[in-house]
């Protein structure tokens, strides 16, 4: 038993093939009016701008895209063009800087430094005991063990080790650096220690109570050095206290080591017979 929708869509299909013939023409009328309008100039212009507007369009986001990329790539050349001219810039100042400081330190070497080799603090060990000092002269440069380093304004320290361009210097910052003094107006000797901790102020150590020694008076290397040539300022005495038996003494060092950069070594060679004999026995051969 057939249903009414069934019966419907049979009366639909035979109108259909019964009508073909209309509907076709009515399909090639409709086309036909479409390829009319499509000649028509106004339309043939409205498509073809539409289409330039598109391609516009698309061609705009393809070259923004394209010029990220490239905008990208030039910044990048552009960094690394900046970081070497930046870098070269920076050699160039410190060359500057360099040969400006060794031209002062040349011109302002004193007289008692004697024959000398300049030298560039190029390392150093910062501690609260062990300072520690590298510059950049050696062997080959004539620089050998026990010699004095200083600058125009005193004494630095003394090389205790050295290699074919490099030498380790132990400065007066250092607790285990003596060197023998004597202040310029009472000529009171004493042994100069550094006492750990500020890096401006040392200790004139075994001065008698006895002594004449005034606060002011300036402090120079002495004969009695085993490696310092004479009159290498060291420092100035700033305070004076009683104890027992000797006088608590405080010295301001000649020197500013935390902006300590070049340096004069002076080549005089210490008297090895002077330091052989101080170190000989003190007792006599029994005699016969």
């Given at each position: 038993m057939l249903t009414r929708k069934t019966t419907d869509v049979s009366s639909f299909f035979r109108f259909i093939a019964k009508h073909t013939a209309y509907l076709y023409f009515l399909l090639y009328?409709?086309?036909?009016?479409m390829l009319m309008q499509l000649q028509r100039k106004e339309t043939l212009d409205a498509i073809r701008e539409r289409g330039l507007a598109i391609n516009a369009a698309i061609g705009k986001q393809f070259t923004d895209a394209t010029a990220i990329f490239t905008q990208e790539r030039d910044n990048q050349h552009l960094f690394l063009q900046n970081a070497r001219l930046f870098a070269r810039l920076l050699r160039q100042q410190a060359a500057l800087r360099d040969a400006a400081e060794l031209k002062a330190i040349e011109a302002n070497a004193p007289q008692w430094a004697g024959h000398f080799k300049v030298a560039r603090v190029v390392d150093r060990r910062f501690s609260a005991t062990d300072n520690m000092l590298i510059i950049d002269a050696g062997s080959r440069q004539g620089v050998a063990r026990d010699m004095a380093v200083l600058t125009p304004d005193g004494l630095v320290g003394r090389v205790i080790d050295v290699s074919q361009n490099y030498a380790k210097v132990m400065p007066v910052i250092n607790r285990n650096f003596m060197v023998s003094v004597v202040s310029d107006s009472t000529r009171t000797n004493g042994l100069l220690a550094w006492q750990n901790g500020n890096e401006r102020l040392a200790k004139?150590?075994?001065?008698?109570?006895?002594?004449?020694?005034?606060?002011?008076?300036g402090v120079a290397t002495s004969g009695y050095s085993t490696f310092a040539i004479r009159g290498i300022p060291v420092g100035q005495i700033i305070r004076i206290s009683k104890d027992k038996l000797f006088y608590n003494v405080d010295v301001r060092l000649a020197v500013d080591f935390s902006s300590l950069s070049w340096v004069l070594v002076s080549l005089a060679k210490p008297s090895m017979e002077k330091i052989e004999l101080m170190q000989s026995p003190d007792s006599p051969g029994k005699g016969e």
């Open positions: 009328c409709t086309l036909s009016i004139m150590e075994h001065v008698p109570v006895s002594s004449k020694l005034l606060v002011g008076e």
